[in-house]
């Protein structure tokens, strides 16, 4: 696996005064889905936790919903390809030839999917929603090298379990759901902590995953926040300097 950051020569003005330095910029190279041997989607990311991004990314689609819909998952030596071989009969029709994306911020149309609205009772401390926003931006060590990623977290009522940076803020949510499929963990009572904005994307792909609560360090779109109401899923947002708002379903946070 490459690295995720590449150094490069550029030039500096600070003080009245020209130099040169050598900066750490983030990486950024196009990674290709393979689906039991057929391309189906190209994400631009920063090439690290493939295997999870993939299985993360056909998750939000629709297509895999536990890990024993996965027979096999491969990353190519050299080459920005992952590789996944689902069992037969977990695609109930063709999959859609929309599911094809160039960028770092949005995804293709799946095959669809109905999901249930989420009910958990869990409920957190606004005091402790700013702590997670406090440890998630201490962790984002890529972020505070290059500027230039997002960062999300998955935790429980007690702490961040994991992290993932990424140059596309969907990626990083796709990385958490593709961790979690892959170790078999239960999202019911667990927390999405987030730097970047709350796109209705980013609703759709939590609410694939199961999570009831999203922390995030910026603010949501309007269909976000609709969708995210409908779920049951509660947003906190804009959480900064002590302190946040709530765009949905208010029962979840204490105070």
Not at 118 to 140: G, P, R
Not at 159 to 166: A, L
Request: one cysteine or more.
């Amino acid at each position: 696996m490459k690295a995720p950051t590449e150094k490069i020569d550029i030039g500096f003005y600070n003080g009245g005064k020209a130099s040169r330095i050598s900066e750490s910029v983030i990486r950024e190279e196009p990674v290709e889905i393979f689906l039991n041997n057929r391309k189906v989607v190209t994400i631009a990311c920063t090439g690290i936790h493939l295997e999870e991004l993939a299985a993360g990314f056909l998750r939000s689609a629709g297509i895999i919903r536990v890990r024993e819909d996965i027979e096999k998952i491969t990353t190519s030596v050299g080459k920005p390809r992952v590789d996944v071989l689902i069992k037969n009969g977990v695609i109930s029709k063709p999959v859609s030839p929309e599911i094809f994306v160039m960028s770092s911020g949005a995804r293709g149309k799946g095959p669809g999917k109905i999901q249930s609205t989420i009910t958990s009772d869990i409920s957190i401390s606004a005091k402790k929603a700013v702590e997670f926003m406090e440890e998630l931006l201490s962790l984002s060590q890529l972020h505070k090298m290059t500027h230039g990623t997002h960062c999300s977290g998955l935790a429980d009522m007690e702490k961040i379990i994991v992290s993932r940076d990424d140059i596309g803020r969907h990626n990083t949510i796709d990385m958490l759901g593709g961790y979690t499929l892959l170790n078999g963990i239960d999202c019911s009572d667990k927390i999405i902590v987030k730097t970047g904005r709350v796109s209705s994307e980013i609703a759709e792909k939590v609410w694939t995953i199961g999570i009831p609560i999203v922390i995030s360090h910026s603010v949501p779109t309007s269909e976000a926040v609709s969708i995210l109401r409908g779920a049951g899923i509660t947003l906190i947002g804009h959480v900064r300097n002590g302190s946040l708002k709530i765009y949905s379903n208010e029962r979840r946070v204490r105070f």
